[in-house]
């Protein structure tokens, strides 16, 4: 496990800043985020923010529905929201694999960390039933909006990547049988 420094629950930039300037950049620095802008990155998608268990983004009924995944030059880790930590998946750097399983986007591949967000639908299915489908799409959504305005109050790139093959991306990131890939996220820092 890899423990994250405690997030940063203050910040610097006014919300209405940071919505004017948000805009889908693909461009980044290389090398890889540090420690502490991926787990605010990580923790404004998916951290727990109260003492009830909830989270940053709005979720149907709070039933955990998203499994959230990091790749960086360094591996391929899963998120625990409430432990703020990550969880290695895979060592060496996947994020060529990635960029491969969305058709080459040149964006994934350069990143210096990928966001990739999983869904188990059942979670949310037992309490919802049919409309799941529907909460767990939104739930996503939340999310990377999140993580997007995280970025932009940083001041890194991000942009938001929904085209790739769902198998090849789940093989990847080996994610379970009863879960698949909602969207992706690849960010870092603006190029020199």
Not at 59 to 86: F, P, V
Not at 154 to 179: K, N, Q, T
Request: charged letters at 25%.
């Amino acid at each position: 496990m890899i423990d994250f420094p405690a997030p940063d629950r203050t910040g610097s930039v006014p919300l209405e800043t940071v919505l004017a300037a948000r805009r889908s950049r693909r461009e980044f620095a290389p090398g890889d985020v540090d420690l502490a802008t991926l787990g605010q990155v990580l923790w404004a998608a998916q951290g727990i923010t109260g003492d009830d268990g909830r989270r940053a983004a709005p979720a149907a009924g709070n039933r955990g529905a998203l499994e959230t995944y990091a790749a960086t030059g360094r591996g391929l880790y899963r998120y625990d929201a409430r432990r703020h930590s990550l969880e290695t998946v895979r060592e060496g750097d996947l994020r060529g694999d990635l960029a491969a399983a969305t058709g080459g986007q040149e964006c994934v591949a350069t990143a210096q960390a990928v966001l990739v967000f999983g869904v188990v639908e059942e979670r949310t299915r037992s309490k919802y039933g049919d409309r799941a489908r529907r909460y767990v799409h939104f739930e996503a959504g939340h999310a990377v909006q999140n993580a997007l305005l995280q970025a932009e109050a940083l001041g890194l790139h991000a942009v938001p990547v929904g085209a790739f093959d769902d198998d090849a991306l789940a093989a990847i990131c080996g994610m379970a049988e009863d879960e698949r890939p909602l969207y992706m996220v690849p960010f870092g820092r603006p190029p020199a």
